[in-house]
T-cell receptor, first 114, second 117 residues
Framework: GENVEQHPSTLSVQEGDSAVIKCTYS??????FPWYKQELGKGPQLIID?????GEKKDQRIAVTLNKTAKHFSLHITETQPEDSAVYFC?????????????FGKGTRLSVIA | GAVVSQHPSRVICKSGTSVKIECRSL??????MFWYRQFPKQSLMLMAT?????????EQGVEKDKFLINHASLTLSTLTVTSAHPEDSSFYIC?????????????FGEGSRLTVL
């Protein structure tokens, strides 16, 4: 089955700097890679996703890149703000395999220092 | 965007009682919902996959008689923790799979924090 590794587990950056979180996956059949932001005491919220037919996707300060050959994908947050502080999870699954669930990474706790 | 509502957000119960958590997809029909459990500072652990009109599929190690899942309609799935014990205290999160153009996307509820005394 799919295995998703996520690094780093914790990340501290100064406000205004960029933050990068990296994930690798094992199943070459996976073709959907979402990223979730979870604030304390709340459920995860989808912030961006990418499908395997593209290599990069951007939404304002957030971008995700995908390297299918190397089986890794990354989240990039530019111009970080204190409200970006949260736990971020990457995930992977195949959209072609029925109801297979998302497989999550272990999460990255991002702290943006003002 | 798609909204998933989860209720209650917090619940405290005595050991031995049962607790029901509801998960509703508010603006779309969800034939498939997932239930997760999350321990402090850890990732989401999939408990079961809930399919409308059929029995839930439980992950290995999850007791189906303890964690009863019902998905009676296309917008509602419930998780009942039966005979709860302190070790069942956790953050339970449901999610629903999107439909149409958002098929494949997974939307999460706000979570329910269960504390068993």
């Amino acid at each position: 089955g799919e295995n998703v590794e996520q690094h780093p587990s914790t990340l501290s950056v100064q406000e205004g700097d960029s933050a990068v979180i990296k994930c690798t996956y094992s199943d070459s059949a996976s073709n959907y890679f979402p990223w979730y932001k979870q604030e304390l005491g709340k459920g995860p919220q989808l912030i961006i996703d990418i499908r395997s037919n593209v290599g990069e996707k951007k939404d304002q300060r957030i971008a995700v890149t995908l390297n299918k050959t190397a089986k890794h994908f990354s989240l990039h947050i530019t111009e970080t703000q204190p409200e970006d502080s949260a736990v971020y999870f990457c995930a992977a699954r195949s959209l072609n395999s029925g109801n297979t669930p998302l497989v999550f990474g272990k999460g990255t706790r991002l702290s943006v220092i003002a | 965007g798609a909204v998933v509502s989860q209720h209650p957000s917090r619940v405290i119960c005595k050991s031995g009682t049962s607790v029901k958590i509801e998960c509703r997809s508010l603006d779309f029909q969800a034939t498939t919902m997932f239930w997760y459990r999350q321990f402090p500072k850890q990732s989401l652990m999939l408990m079961a996959t809930s399919n409308e009109g059929s029995k839930a599929t439980y992950e290995q190690g999850v007791e189906k008689d303890k964690f009863l899942i019902n998905h009676a309609s296309l917008t509602l799935s419930t998780l009942t923790v039966t005979s709860a014990h302190p070790e069942d205290s956790s953050f339970y999160i449901c999610s629903a799979r999107g439909t149409g153009v958002r098929s494949g996307e997974l939307f999460f509820g706000e979570g329910s924090r269960l504390t068993v005394l």
